[in-house]
């Protein structure tokens, strides 16, 4: 199985902050990197998909990016509603693992 | 819009099975995979397999688990067996697009294991 990566796994910021998640694949996975949204009490949301491809109704502000075995999920500006937890998920080959998650909290 | 409508709260005794029920409208059933997705309290996500109607489940899950769908009421369901406190999570069903990423989810099952 693929082994999933994320780092960190907590971290604290402020409104505005650029906020940067990464995400390791124990193997390489060419493209198939996606990144979901998850709060308290809600079922995921996809956000980016295939490393940069922005999820329609997602905000400008997430991107992503990497390539191979390491990938990047950036927040340009910390907005009150991007507090939640972000997973990353592979979707290269089955079992198709997720990341055990990063949750963004207020400073 | 799509939806994905799960079944209400389960609670089972160990050793015994759940079926969950997944019903999807809005969009054409037939035409995307299905994928089952767990998560204890307080936990990740754990990918447990799909469907398409071909199956493929996590080697974790193998020999008791059984994805099925009836297509003429665009309805996926998720039977689990064999069932201990460890498999108390919530469960949710995701429509799958061709890269293999989840676009839209159910609301989400919580079972609960108890005895």
């Known amino acids: 199985d693929i082994q999933m990566t994320q780092s960190p796994s907590s971290l604290s910021a402020s409104l505005g902050d650029r906020v940067t998640i990464t995400c390791r694949a124990s193997?390489?996975?060419?493209?198939?990197l996606n990144w979901y949204q998850q709060k308290v009490g809600k079922d995921p949301k996809l956000l980016i998909y295939a490393v940069s491809s922005l999820q329609s109704g997602v905000p400008s502000r997430f991107s992503g990016s990497g390539s191979g075995t390491d990938f990047t999920l950036t927040i340009s500006s910390l907005q009150p509603e991007d507090f939640a937890t972000y997973y990353c998920?592979?979707?290269?080959?089955?079992?198709?693992?997720f990341g055990q998650g990063t949750k963004v909290e207020i400073k | 819009q799509v939806q994905l409508v799960q079944s209400g709260a389960e609670v089972k005794k160990p050793g015994a099975s759940v079926k969950v029920s997944c019903k999807a409208s809005g969009y054409t059933f037939t035409s995307y995979d299905i994928n089952w997705v767990r998560q204890a309290t307080g936990q990740g996500l754990e990918w447990m397999g799909w469907?398409?109607?071909?199956?493929g489940y996590a080697q974790k899950f193998q020999g008791r688990v059984t994805m099925t769908r009836d297509t003429s009421i665009s309805t996926a369901y998720m039977e689990l067996g064999s069932l201990t406190s460890e498999d108390t999570a919530v469960y949710y069903c995701a429509r799958v697009l061709s890269g293999g990423w989840s676009d839209e989810w159910g609301q989400g099952t919580l079972v609960t294991v108890s005895s």
């Open positions: 469907m398409n109607p071909n199956t």
């Open positions: 998920q592979q979707s290269y080959s089955t079992p198709w693992t």
């Open positions: 193997q390489r996975i060419s493209s198939y």
